[in-house]
């Protein structure tokens, strides 16, 4: 009986605490979370099989390596809220005015910027849909995006008829200085049943190929820097998202 009344007092002393994220690493690479209860409606309300369903910053600056994690990599991903076909999928996905990374020192000035109009297409080294069955991002593998076009309003990504797919693209990788501020600003407009994230990641150099994923970053060419919320329908307005790093 002591020790029931003893485990029954531990469980009520976790649940009375307001947990904000606890990441508990497994051995076989994985991690559960202890969500608060934000996180968990957050999570509840995700794509259907997202590896991250809401914001985490995993590190502000890349870990020592050799070579060294020298450059950043900012993405984007939309997919539909559920992944199942129907014979008549809603018409589901985004429109990109524009998208833009600026670069400022410590006095906030700009050093560099990066810019996406929506005038044009992404290329085949520019971005790829990848699959979501049985699990998101299982290899590396992806092919062209073809549900885009051009029209008045800006870059459209219809990805009614491509719900087992992820849509990611990226900007190409900048050179990583932990004084420079770096900002994401885009303006879009998201409809149907179709969410938006972003995200960024350290890289090795310019050229180096994606070889894997490790929690820790170790023996590997990127590392995770973070993920934004999801964001979903916006109506019929554009939206401007901010994000830094």
Aim: proline share 6%.
């Amino acid at each position: 009986m002591k020790k029931i009344g003893l485990l029954t007092l531990l469980l009520l002393l976790i649940s009375s605490l307001s947990w904000a994220v606890d990441d508990i690493w497994l051995s076989n690479g994985h991690f559960k979370k202890i969500l608060d209860q934000s996180q968990q409606s957050k999570a509840a309300e995700a794509p259907d099989g997202a590896i991250n369903p809401y914001e985490r910053i995993f590190r502000q600056n890349p870990p020592e390596a050799t070579p060294p994690f020298d450059h950043a990599l900012f993405w984007y991903q939309v997919v539909t809220k559920h992944q199942k076909t129907t014979s008549n999928p809603k018409r589901s996905g985004i429109i990109i005015r524009y998208s833009q990374i600026t670069c400022r020192n410590k006095e906030g000035n700009i050093i560099s910027k990066r810019e996406f109009d929506g005038n044009s297409t992404l290329g085949p080294d520019q971005g790829g849909l990848y699959d979501r069955n049985p699990m998101w991002f299982k290899t590396n593998l992806h092919t062209p995006i073809v549900n885009q076009k051009v029209n008045p309003q800006g870059l459209e990504v219809n990805i009614s008829s491509t719900p087992d797919k992820i849509v990611r693209w990226w900007v190409e990788r900048l050179p990583y200085d932990p004084t420079v501020k770096y900002e994401l600003e885009m303006q879009v407009k998201i409809f149907g049943d179709a969410g938006l994230q972003i995200g960024a990641d350290y890289w090795k150099g310019q050229d180096s190929t994606y070889n894997g994923w490790d929690g820790n970053c170790e023996g590997t060419n990127s590392c995770e820097a973070f993920v934004s919320d999801w964001h979903y329908g916006t109506g019929d307005k554009f939206i401007t998202i901010k994000q830094e790093m």
